[in-house]
């Protein structure tokens, strides 16, 4: 990211959670109650551990907005973990046997700690809340430009759905009232049981997210160079998130297995206007966005705590060793769509403010307005 970068700070089961986000323009509105929308929404969905029914996360703005307005300058936020008062005055044993799949053995080397409760404080999915409150920032930006960050789970463990995605906002309506997140109720149905499943074995579940940007406007991104290619941007940010193994843009690794004249979208003209057939490539064409949904999709494997035991290693004795339970969740696929959701936003955010940047929300209404009116002869044919 180059014109809109976040940074956050903050362990698990620290104190707080903090965030910066620098390169917002001015003159956006956002508010606390905004942002505490989106924190809600990462909170809930079916298969959550205990830590979610001590948490409430709300952020606070200590910076770079006045009057309900962005500034221009860094916006600092920052989350109470209402859990660090459980946790200050105790004294933990260290953890020396790590899990495999967490980040605990390969952080523990990188950074020296015999004591990998260290890694697991900074490595913890806890992080993403940061993300989220950020890109709840980025979010109001494409609101205010008519684009919508939407996402839905279409699978659980071995529980997939097909849902064909109209670029209809109103398609999503409902998504968070469904404890999975899922827009097919049948199939909603079975990621329940299947979680229920899991958490009956002491076992745990991963799964696969789907995040939709409508109203996308064209032209962001470039096909000149790797790194300014909106999908592999897009990649790194899925891939950023914890316990993500795959991304796919569209139909990804299906089309794959296409004919070339299957695969591709066929170009129609509808009523004067350049309309396609389908939306196979999932928003993008040489790493720029071609106006159609953007549809990007993030493979989470099951967390790797579990109640039952896995093989392991006690480093402290030498000695092979089970691993010992962390309190976690059964399943965070639906948490992990609205942080796919967040990711997106801050990339697309990123990507509109290189095409469009101004240093007010005013000057970049100009610039768009600009460059559609000089792009017509690409979207209408008279
Ligand atoms: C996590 C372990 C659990 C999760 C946590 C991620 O936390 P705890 O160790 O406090 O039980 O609930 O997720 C969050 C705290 C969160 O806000 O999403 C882990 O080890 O990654």
């Not at 549809?295 to 480093?315: E, N, W, Y």
Request: with cysteine; net charge negative; proline share 5%.
């Amino acid at each position: 990211m180059n014109k809109l970068r976040f940074l956050t700070a903050g362990e698990s089961h620290g104190p707080c959670l903090t965030g910066i986000v620098e390169g917002m323009p001015a003159g956006l509105e956002v508010s606390e109650d905004y942002i505490a929308v989106q924190l809600a929404r990462r909170q809930h969905g079916y298969g959550r551990g205990g830590r979610m029914k001590i948490e409430q996360d709300r952020a606070e703005i200590l910076a770079g907005v006045a009057n309900g307005k962005t500034t221009g300058g860094p916006i600092a936020l920052r989350i109470e973990n209402r859990d660090w008062p459980n946790w200050k005055d105790r004294k933990l044993p260290p953890l020396t046997v790590p899990r495999p799949g967490h980040a605990d053995w390969a952080g523990g080397i990188k950074y020296g700690h015999d004591d990998m409760r260290l890694v697991l404080e900074r490595a913890s999915a806890r992080e993403t809340t940061t993300r989220v409150a950020c890109s709840a920032l980025a979010r109001r930006l494409l609101e205010e430009f008519g684009m919508r960050v939407f996402s839905h789970i279409i699978q659980i463990g071995p529980v997939r759905v097909e849902t064909l995605i109209t670029g209809d906002p109103e398609q999503f309506a409902q998504v968070d009232e469904s404890p999975v997140r899922c827009l097919d109720p049948e199939g909603e149905a079975r990621m329940i049981a299947a979680i229920d499943e899991a958490r009956a074995k002491g076992d745990t579940l991963g799964g696969v997210f789907e995040v939709v940007v409508t109203g996308m406007v064209p032209g962001m991104g470039s096909y000149v160079h790797w790194d300014r290619k909106l999908d592999g941007r897009l990649a790194q940010a899925i891939m950023s998130i914890n316990a993500i193994k795959g991304v796919e843009l569209g139909g990804g690794f299906t089309t794959a297995g296409l004919f070339g004249t299957q695969a591709h979208d066929q170009i129609y003209l509808k009523d004067g206007r350049v309309v396609r057939a389908s939306n196979r490539a999932g928003g993008t064409e040489g790493g720029v966005t071609n106006g159609e949904p953007l549809i990007v999709r993030g493979a989470m494997k099951p967390i790797s705590t579990t109640i039952s035991p896995q093989h392991s290693v006690d480093l402290a004795t030498g000695q092979d060793s089970p691993t010992q339970y962390q309190r976690s969740d059964v399943c965070a696929v639906p948490a992990a769509g609205v942080i796919g959701e967040a990711m997106v936003a801050l990339v697309v955010a990123d990507a509109f403010l290189e095409k469009f940047g101004g240093d007010s929300v005013a000057e970049m209404r100009h610039n768009v307005e600009g460059f559609l009116a000089s792009s017509k002869r690409w979207l209408e044919l008279n």
